[in-house]
């Protein structure tokens, strides 16, 4: 058993799924499982993590901590570290998780094993697995020396716990006095609403440069938006300027491991594979039957996007209506 | 203004990676290394930085094996003035690197303003510019679309969650990490590649810069290739039918719908 140290993440207001499997990851193998919560009227928030497996909530409010800097979010998680002294400190691999963590490290002095596909707890310790080579090969972390294990996690690799609704967790409330903070935030511009990031969402439909025009990616989301899915796109279409490259799946954009990943049109260049093979269903509409996006495909279908997309959106309606 | 960019070798994205034989690493034989794609937009924004602020200098550091004085080369052939080789091993990780590289320059007169890229593309750790920044006590601004330069300070766009963009000003020395779309990266001109192959390239030992396997925190092991595989089922029919069998095969088979 160990002590594990959550961080929570919440947006606008809302916990994040990914805070949920790093809970149920800790508190089913058996770990004190503390949860610490960072930002400005964000009390409400606590009950829910304890459903999820937080048996301690550390609650940061704050009006310096309405918008995550790594500055004053390191400062609070780190005297809190000194305080409770973890063997296990875990993020998600979210933009913040990935800005913020190493520099909780660095004031540790510990090393951070990032965006890890596979944890899991053996005699107190934390055992992570992480990709290298975007995915092309993935290596055992070990952690040498003293002090506490660091990591981030890629969202849906551990999985959603059910949440126990009959559950409390003791909340602590965290003395937060920021000194130092010299970045300042002063404007968030939203990005479209209603539809998932990719690198979050548990299913991604994208295309590629077949798809000929940004209009056309009309077709994805519609679909996407029947099953609740995020939209990606290969380079070839971020490039064409069909889609912004923060939707760019691949080597030198996200990398998703959704539970389902459809591939409208897209080859299957190994930079593309790189950051999509690890979902673990794959689906590749492709008129090439040769195509390599068929050799990780675990349902292929030769034929022609125009054709099959707008079909396919049809059907999956008629499924969740049923 | 003195700019400095951390600029890291990797193996081009097209190489298919091999173990070696104990499974304790890659193969490295054959690889074509390249400079990391992020850091060609953070020596590119040097480049303009530079040519904005008359009498600057941008030093690029690498940290690795003899072979990263070629990728060094490469930044010097854009236009760097000057180029600095940390001797560190190839198994060193982001916290052996990052140290070594702010106590490297830590040893420069001073500081404006070091780029790195948002993440390397070999370990994709998106560690090692927080880790500098820290090292020097500065602060960072990471995944960076867009930087406005005034005097003392820089104000950011960077990408955050869902699409959002966060406006972040941060007082300068900083240390600022680039996403794609920051600037178009310029190519190297014969002539230029030329005179970058004659320029000095300053070396630093580990142990000059008070780094030794100490400061190593994390270690790689039981390397994997990803499993391969099984063949997939192709789905026949006219894209009615085809698109029916899909959608009834993700919810009855796959169960993931
Ligand atoms: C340094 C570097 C980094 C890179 N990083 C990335 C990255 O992060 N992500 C990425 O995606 N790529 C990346 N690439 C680019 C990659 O090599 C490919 O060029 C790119 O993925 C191709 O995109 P595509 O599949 O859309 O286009 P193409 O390769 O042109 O493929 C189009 C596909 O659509 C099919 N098609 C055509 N019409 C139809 C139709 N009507 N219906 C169905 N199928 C149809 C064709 O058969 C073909 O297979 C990178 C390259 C380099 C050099
Ligand atoms: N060995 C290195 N030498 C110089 N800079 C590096 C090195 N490793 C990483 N960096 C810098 O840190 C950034 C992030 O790398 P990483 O933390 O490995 O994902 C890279 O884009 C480089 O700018």
Redesign the pocket.
Same mark, same amino acid.
């Given at each position: 058993m160990a002590k594990v140290l959550v961080i929570a993440e919440q947006r606008d207001g809302r916990l994040k799924k990914t805070t949920f499997e790093l809970l149920g990851a800790s508190a089913s193998a058996g770990n004190e499982t503390h949860a610490i919560l960072l930002g400005d009227g964000i009390q409400g928030l606590a009950a829910e993590l304890a459903h999820y497996g937080a048996q301690t909530v550390h609650v940061a409010n704050d009006p310096g901590l309405k918008h995550y800097t790594a500055e004053a979010y390191a400062q609070v998680i780190v005297s809190l570290a000194h305080a409770l002294q973890p063997e296990v400190i875990v993020a998600t691999h979210s933009p913040t998780g990935r800005d913020l963590m190493p520099k909780v490290a660095a004031r540790l002095g510990v090393g951070l094993a990032s965006d890890c596909v596979a944890a899991s707890f053996e005699a107190g310790k934390l055992k992570v697995r992480r990709p290298l080579y975007a995915g092309k090969a993935t290596a055992e972390v070990e952690f040498v020396g003293a002090g506490p294990q660091l990591a981030t996690v890629r969202a849906n690799a551990l999985g959603i716990p059910k949440p126990d609704t009959s559950k409390s967790a003791s909340i602590q409330n965290v003395t937060v006095a920021l000194s130092g903070v010299k970045t300042t935030v002063s404007e968030v511009v939203q990005g479209q609403a209603g539809r998932p990031d990719v690198t979050e969402a548990s299913i991604v439909i994208s295309g #590629?440069? !077949?798809l000929k025009n940004a209009e056309n990616f009309k077709i994805l989301e519609e679909t996407a938006d029947v099953i609740g899915a995020a939209v990606g796109? !290969?380079?070839?279409?971020v490039d064409a300027g069909f889609r912004p490259h923060r939707d760019?799946?691949?080597?030198?954009?996200k990398v998703v491991s959704p539970n389902l990943y459809i591939a409208? #049109?897209? !080859?299957?260049?190994?930079?593309?594979l790189?950051?999509m093979r690890s979902s673990k269903v794959i689906v590749a509409?492709?008129?090439?039957p040769e195509?390599p996006?068929f050799q990780v495909a675990d349902y292929g279908i030769v034929?022609?996007?125009?054709a099959v997309a707008p079909a396919l959106k049809d059907e999956l309606k008629k499924l969740k209506e049923h | 203004m003195n700019i400095y960019v951390c600029i890291k070798q990797v193996p081009d994205?097209?190489t298919k990676i091999k173990l070696n034989t104990d499974s304790s690493g890659i193969d490295t034989t054959g690889i074509k290394w390249i400079m990391s794609?992020y850091d060609e937009f953070a020596v590119e924004e040097a480049l303009r930085l530079r040519e904005k602020n008359p009498g600057s200098t941008v030093t690029v550091v690498s940290a690795g094996p003899l072979r990263v004085v070629e990728t060094l080369r490469t930044a010097l052939a854009m236009g760097a003035d000057n180029a600095i080789h940390i001797d560190s091993p190839e198994s060193a990780d982001s916290y052996r690197v990052a140290k070594a590289i702010a106590a490297a320059l830590k040893k420069e007169p001073q500081i404006d303003i070091v780029f790195a890229g948002k993440e390397a593309i070999d370990d994709g750790a998106a560690q090692v510019s927080q880790l500098v920044a820290e090292g020097l006590g500065i602060p960072y601004v990471t995944v960076v679309l867009n930087a406005e330069y005034s005097a003392g300070s820089v104000k950011c766009r960077r990408e955050v969650e869902g699409g959002a963009i966060e406006v972040v000003t941060t007082p300068l020395p900083a240390l600022i990490a680039a996403q794609k779309g920051l600037n178009e990266p310029r190519y190297a001109s014969l002539p230029n590649i030329m005179k970058a192959k004659k320029k000095e390239v300053k070396v630093l030992k580990e142990a000059d810069l008070g780094v030794s396997d100490a400061d190593q925190k994390i270690r790689y092991k039981n390397f994997q290739l990803p499993p391969p595989k099984q063949a997939g089922k192709k789905i026949a029919g006219d894209p009615a039918t085809q698109a029916k069998e899909l959608a009834r095969l993700l919810r009855e088979e796959a169960k993931v719908i």
């Open positions: #590629g440069r !077949s796109a !290969s380079r070839a279409a760019q799946v691949g080597q030198t954009g409208c #049109g897209i !080859s299957g260049a190994i930079q593309h790189a950051g509409i492709n008129t090439d195509a996006i034929g022609d996007l125009f | 994205t097209e794609p």
